[in-house]
């Protein structure tokens, strides 16, 4: 998620695709392992760490777009990279696992609300991470580059800030 938006800011369309490909595998597999595990262990859905990340609302976007601007904070400041690991810790995978063992055991509603919580972290870290990046000042270094960069940017936090408004308007529908 860092690298997509530090690969927005400067224009990188190499780092932008790995970043898609490395975010898109890492859901995948996390979703597909707590998938097989939720249909070959007994899981109590009502349990309050899995009800936990069903539940959305405003405070669940505040605490992913913090999450998203400590993480781009550590890797623009040279902070510790524990941050980072924070921020997939608190806003990424657990939703994600509920996802699977929801859907793993047969919870198709709590499944989609979890769904709906890690859209709405995963573009609230990008969003914050490319706001962080900005307001920095990261930007490539040649003239060229810089108007690549600008056009992605621009682009960029069109596209999250729209999906952010899209998927927040959603949680009264829930």
Do not use: H
Not at 35 to 53: N, Y
Not at 66 to 80: K, W
Not at 134 to 160: C, D, F, H, N
């Amino acid at each position: 998620n860092l690298a997509l938006g530090l690969g927005s800011a400067l224009g990188d369309r190499q780092l932008i695709q790995q970043a898609l490909r490395t975010g898109s595998v890492g859901l995948v597999l996390a979703l597909a392992i707590s998938l097989l595990l939720g249909l070959g262990l007994p899981i109590e859905p009502d349990s309050p760490e899995l009800m936990q990340r069903t539940v959305v609302g405003p405070d669940a976007i505040a605490l992913a777009l913090a999450s998203g601007a400590a993480a781009a904070l550590s890797l623009t400041t040279g902070l510790s990279s524990v941050l980072v690991g924070v921020m997939v810790a608190v806003a990424l995978l657990p939703p994600t696992a509920t996802v699977g063992l929801m859907l793993g055991a047969g919870e198709e509603v709590l499944a989609g609300r979890a769904a709906l919580l890690l859209a709405i972290n995963v573009v609230s870290v990008n969003l914050a991470a490319k706001l962080v990046f900005l307001l920095r000042g990261i930007k490539p270094r040649t003239g060229s580059e810089r108007r690549l960069a600008r056009q992605s940017m621009r682009t960029y936090l069109l596209v999250w800030a729209v999906t952010l408004a899209v998927l927040a308007a959603s949680i009264s529908l829930i």
